[in-house]
């Protein structure tokens, strides 16, 4: 069993940045690949960003790449989401997840274990 809590949403301009935080709990969090998603007002969950166990692999949704870059410490059970350049279109309520199989990590169907979110707002 993995608990995941969210952090570091918040308000913030466009064009502006954020971090979000994910934080596990348990003793086995570098035996998953960890991925964030996202469910704006309105709109479907969608992905965003996966990284695999050791950190050698990452993914990214087309609408946030090179603009988000996903990290994870495994000493201190997190993974972190920095977000950058904002859009109003980023806003939603942001996911972390846990995958004991890094596989199909895009689909929320690979994922075991999910946080309860965390908001961000970007105004325009």
């Known amino acids: 069993q993995v608990q995941l809590v969210e952090s570091g949403g918040g308000l913030v301009q466009t064009g502006g940045s954020l971090r979000v935080s994910c934080a596990a709990s348990g003793r086995t969090f570098s035996t998953y690949a960890m991925g964030w998603f996202r469910r704006a007002p309105g709109k479907e969950r969608e992905f965003v960003s996966a990284?695999?166990?050791?950190?050698?692999?990452?993914y990214y949704a087309v609408s946030v790449k090179g603009r988000f870059t996903i990290s994870r410490d495994n000493a201190e059970n997190t993974v972190s989401l920095q977000m950058n350049s904002l859009k109003p279109e980023d806003t939603a309520v942001y996911y972390c997840a846990a995958a004991k199989a890094p596989v199909g990590l895009t689909s929320a169907r690979a994922y075991d274990y999910w946080g309860q979110g965390t908001r961000v707002t970007v105004s325009s």
């Open positions: 990284i695999e166990r050791s950190s050698t692999t990452t």
